[in-house]
């Protein structure tokens, strides 16, 4: 069973980049079949999917935050990253990554980090 | 996108109850590409349903998924103390991908 754990500033300042990685343990993360993605959520409320990443380097992120959203993998430690730039109060949120099915669901997931974005 | 509308908000149950949780699609599903989560209070969700039917890997029986279309759902024939948590279900046919805003299912 593949492990995921994001790891990352817990805080970040207005207008800043949120910066987080997310370390694949127990699997390859150049297995072809999966591809790598982050979820967030909002305090109380529901899911909102990011993006994802293909080992290859092909990316897909939400139409709503790809303006600002930036993802890449390291395969030499086995990690995948996300940046969200000018970010917004708007952006806190748990973040999780997750490990997508080729199907497109999500059938691993990293515990989640908090992450606060205020001035 | 697909919007995806749970129903009922919360559910209130007894343990040995049989639980209907509800997943509407504002558009056709492709290919019945859905799945359900369980996620408990400070936890990741856990994956319980994909394909509408099919159980994850190591799932009880007692869960289920139905469904094709724009209307879906998931059953829980007898309820376990440890099934109390809030469910949502995610479409994975069209992009971007999107999730429902879950139903809390507590005891009663």
């Known amino acids: 069973q593949v492990q995921l754990v994001e790891s990352g500033p817990g805080l970040v300042k207005t207008s800043q980049t949120l910066s987080l990685t997310c370390t694949v343990s127990g699997g390859s993360i150049t297995s072809g079949y999966y591809s790598w993605s982050w979820i967030r959520q909002h305090p109380g409320v529901g899911l909102e999917w990011i993006g994802y990443?293909?080992?290859?380097?092909?990316?897909y992120g939400n139409p709503s935050l790809r303006s600002r959203l930036a993802m890449s993998v390291d395969t030499s430690k086995n990690q995948f990253s996300l940046e969200l730039s000018s970010v917004t109060a708007a952006d806190t949120a748990v973040y999780y990554c997750?490990?997508?099915?080729?199907?497109?669901?999500?059938?691993?997931w990293g515990q989640g980090t908090l992450v606060t974005v205020s001035s | 996108e697909i919007v995806l509308t749970q129903s009922p908000d919360t559910l209130s149950l007894s343990p040995g109850e049989r639980a209907t949780l509800s997943c509407r699609a504002s558009?056709?599903?492709?290919?019945?590409?859905l799945a359900w989560y369980q996620q408990k209070l400070g936890q990741a969700p856990r994956l319980l349903i994909s394909g509408a039917s099919s159980r994850a890997t190591g799932i009880p029986d007692r869960f289920s998924g139905g469904g094709s279309g724009t209307d879906f759902t998931l059953t829980i024939s007898r309820l376990e103390p440890e099934d109390f948590a809030v469910y949502y279900c995610q479409q994975y046919g069209s992009s971007p991908i999107t999730f429902g805003q879950g139903t809390r299912l507590e005891i009663k």
């Open positions: 990443i293909h080992y290859s380097g092909s990316t």
């Open positions: 997750a490990k997508k099915h080729g199907g497109g669901y999500f059938d691993s």
């Open positions: 558009q056709s599903v492709k290919s019945n590409f």
